[in-house]
């Protein structure tokens, strides 16, 4: 669950209550649904939630919630964006697999040390959700002043200027390492023709470009470095680029994002340097890339509330698609940030049905403006039913219930009365499970220590170090449900049988007392494709005897013991089994079914499991006793 | 006065006026020592003897110490070489030294670090003095030493323990400690008891003390030929142990479901049961997970190497598809993900047991439920997590749900108070949560019994109707989970809960565990 870094100085300075202790903010919190985790080594609190409210993921979201809760706010509040300046070109060399993006203009931010640090926050903690790692939605912040807009107008401006790139990669990041441009590099990336005969063009007087770039193309200077790099270079060298190379591995073009300097942006792994951002930094550019256009475009309004929360002033960009790849729902020219609100329609006799209280039509207008919600009503015949206004940094409302919960919230969920269900129903126990508890008390009753093992084994317990072969025919030998790309190298599968388990019990207490009697009625699996799931489940009755005088008897008679008290007719013809001394292992028929295996456990087996007494064992189906 | 045998013996070997210790009475009575014990207590009980209790600590040399005394102590042997060289008056080489007084090995190490403590001389840059004046005919450790050897040689043919006490007696404790240090001595303590007639003792001797004849064990031949009603058995020490014995018990886990299993059953739940290994479509997709969700990944979830699952609803898959893709009713919107029919078939082991909930609420399971039911699940579910002393990869989840018209936060909120509190968890508290298959969604909190800390002890909410919608259940149901483990941890005071669960489980641990009822 995503977890929230607050400084409460900042807490009390954005939600104006000075007054409130650290102690009064955690319980408020709590209330909201933020659990106190802990201080980070910087003093500032940390707090979990569940991944609803990721509008919450700053101290500015955090400070706009709590003042709803204490009525400091109500209704919507969307900012009022200016008009655009810049426009995003989408040229068609974008690569397919990242189509989209989105992205805004804010003006005279008060970026501070502690203003700053929470920006960044947020924008790593999106990408850690919204974002699913960066992989559907990514974001990068720049300083707006270091971006030169390519002139509109001058068709194919942008992009077919040789001379302008080298000259930008001289000033690129202030070094004297200027990129040198390679003509086969620029040949290869080969600007798009359509750009001349681009369809659309925006209103605004400056643009950048989002485009395809080779591995081995343009340079640019990454955050965080000193020399320019080609994408496929910052991949292989830079330490930002290797953790996030697998996003963009196999792609033909990388992403882009250029400014008549070049390219400035490599999305979704790191920004150029010469535009980072810094406390001096007063106008932001902020662009996001993406797999889904809706997911980035929520995640550039969260950005812009908590931007807007720090003075600064949202405005508008246009953004272009040029080539056929564009969001189907919003057509190929957008305006962004999208702040338009959300309406959703919720009766109120499911209100308070959900919630078990009566309510008046005033107090639920006034919950859901507590909420930050806009509500107004119209009587019904059957109910009244309340129109809402969600604000765009909601991401959390697929359906009216979630407006109910929120309802609730501000009502107080503590504030509500527990009461049991008036509902009559039967209990009752599964059948099976009232079969394994019975054989549970006979195994005790016989002496055994009930066991509790994992299902989840490695091939090597539960085969070779019982000496058996998979796929043999042998009792145990199955095939194996094996688990894709195990973690552990001890649990790679299913158990397709329940005595390897006790052995290593056995093997890790061979410094405890003698006798070691253990049985355990447990799950066991085998791959077999006619199953639905492909997987044969079954449950196992299984037992060992454990003493310095077991013999073939001790276990034998234990297993009759066991069949006699479920009326099961026991038949126990020899057989050969791999783990057990040969002449000295019988198959277990219960009811004329061959249902398992009895004997004494081979030298072999006991000597690789450290075991130095001998064992008798059986392990059958537990169907056998139904 | 008649008495049991070893009694009248035990009296009649006692003295008025000489204390004899058990031993000794053991050896004039021919008996075993812990008889005449049991036999002096029984007579003390009655007030016939008087049985004196003290401790007695004794000292022997370890097989080093035996050796030291032979030989003289490392440092001692140092010293007189060291003197022998002339390191009195100016310092001589070490090594030069070591090998004059005949050291070796450990011994080498021992002599220098005594030495200087003892303040033979001193140790600087590999070269030796000796304090001319040290005089180790004075070394206390060493007589120790040697008093104790003599002691032990002199003990030899008594075996009453004199012997050691004697020499004890001769060297002070400081020095005995510090032998014990150097692994020198083994020290032990025992009670030495002594017993002397009471006045009621000799009057009782001289009244005449008879046998009486105590049979030991009743057997089946005394019981047929009536014997047994002329008989007085043997009073046995009831107080002592008894050898221990180890019954079998169920799996203190297994205790904790089953009570668990008890109160759902006894607040009308009926228990479900269901695939381990199941498609991704019953554990995560009817439940509203979208597809790009973070638990659906294989770092949170166990995938199988198995071809999809075969069969699937079709209908049922149709509508949770839409659900995902479009949402539920007029105003209801889908996820910004992608939904593909290929990983809702894919195998996994389910990480909840929700997918039971979803297959008998589907009506897959046992056919269409007809409101009210309650239905629980106390059963394995598997996440890839990291194994430590609060998680394993596979623990018991308890899973309930309550279907009926019209619920409310309230009822949920009074079924789940009155499951805690037949644990013993009183005040719950119930904080708004976010799952994606509930809304309102509650995480609970209770206060831990003992430590009183507020800790989490359950996840609930009522499932959404992208969730019910699909599966064609038209009232409400709402739903909790929990694990087992931290339920029994909490009751149990467990701390590790590999102790409990799994192949490296201690048989001890399981042995000792208490009873859960």
Redesign the interface.
Known sequence: MPVVDIDTDELRALTGHGEKTDEEFEADL????L?YEGETEDGDKQFE?????LDRLSVEGVARSLRYQYGDARGVHVPDPNSPDWTIEVDPSVPDERPYVTGAVVRGVDLDEAALDSLIQLQEKLHATMG?GRA?GAIGIHDLTMLKGAGLGTAGGSLDLGGSLGAGGADTGGTDAGPVIDDDALDGSEPPESLDEGPARGSGENSITYRGVEPDGDQFVPLDADAAMTPGEVLTEHPTGETYADLVEGLERYPAIYDEIGLFSFPPVINGRRTEVSTDSRDLFIELTGT?Q??IDKMCVVLCYALSARGGAIEEIEVVYQGDTYPEEYGPELVRPDLDTD???VGHDRIE?????ELDREEVVDLFERSGLDASYTLGEETTRYDVTIPPYRV???????L??DV??AYG??E??????D????????E??RLE?AV??A??????????????TAADENYERMQIEEGSGAFGAEEA????????ED?TQ?RTWALP?LV??LE??TH??Y?????EVG?V?H?D?D?????A?ARRVAGVVARTDATYEDAKARLQAVCDDFDAELETPAVDHPSFIPGRAAAVELDGERVGVVGELHPAVLVDHDVEVPVAAFEFDLSGLA | MRLPDAQVAVLRAASATDAKTVEQLAAETDRKPETVTRAAFDLRDDGLVAVDERTESTATLTDEGREYAAAALPEVRLYRAAVDAGAADEPVSMGEVIGAAGLSGAEVDIALSNYARKGYGDIDSGALTADPDADPDADAEAAALDALADGASEGGDGGDGDAGDASDADVDDDTLDQLERRGLVDRDERTVRAVTLTDDGVTAMMEGVETSETVDRLTPEMLTSGEWADAEFAEYNVEADAPAV??????V??QAA?RV?DV??????????G?????EFWINDCLFMPQ?H?ART??DQ??????P???LPEDLLDRVEDAHRD???????????PWAESVARE?D?RGHTTSLSMRYLSGQQVGELEE???YFSVE?V?R?DT?DATHL??FFQIEGW?M?E??????L??????FYEQFGITDV???????PYT?????LFGRHPETDELIEIGNSG?F???VLTPLGVDC?VMAWGLALERLAMLTTGAEDIRD?????????F??NAEVTY
């Open positions: 709590f209330a909201l649904g659990e939630f569940a991944p609803d409210r699913r559907k889904d809706w997911t309406e959703k329609t049905t959900v919630l078990g209280v959390d409302v697929l359906h009216p219930l979630d109910i919960d609730g919230r969920f503590d509500l009365e527990p009461r049991y269900p509902v009559g129903t039967v209990g009752g126990r599964h099976r499970s508890r549970r008390t195994l005790v009753g016989l002496g055994f220590e009930d066991t509790l093992n994992f299902h989840m449900v094996g688990i894709t790309s195990p973690y552990s649990y299913l388990s290593q019990v890790n207490n405890r007392s006798p070691q009697d253990l049985a799950f699996a791959r494709d199953e639905n799931t492909r997987v489940e | 180890e019954g079998g018990r169920v799996h886990l297994r089953e299993k759902l059953v006894g607040m009308g739940f009926r228990e479900m049961d695939p381990h290994a199941d498609a790009d973070p294989h770092w166990f995938a199988l190497d198995v071809p699952v075969r069969d949402g539920v009713g007029d105003d209801g919107d889908g996820y910004h993900s195998v082991l009210p039911q309650r394995k598997y890839n194994l990869l596979e309550v009926a019209e619920l409310s936060v309230r009822d909120m009074g079924t789940f108070t009155e508290r119930f904080k708004p949560h976010y799952n809304e309102p969604s509650f995480e009522l959404r109707e992208e409400d409990l669960h799994g192949t490296l489980a201690d048989v001890e399981l042995r």
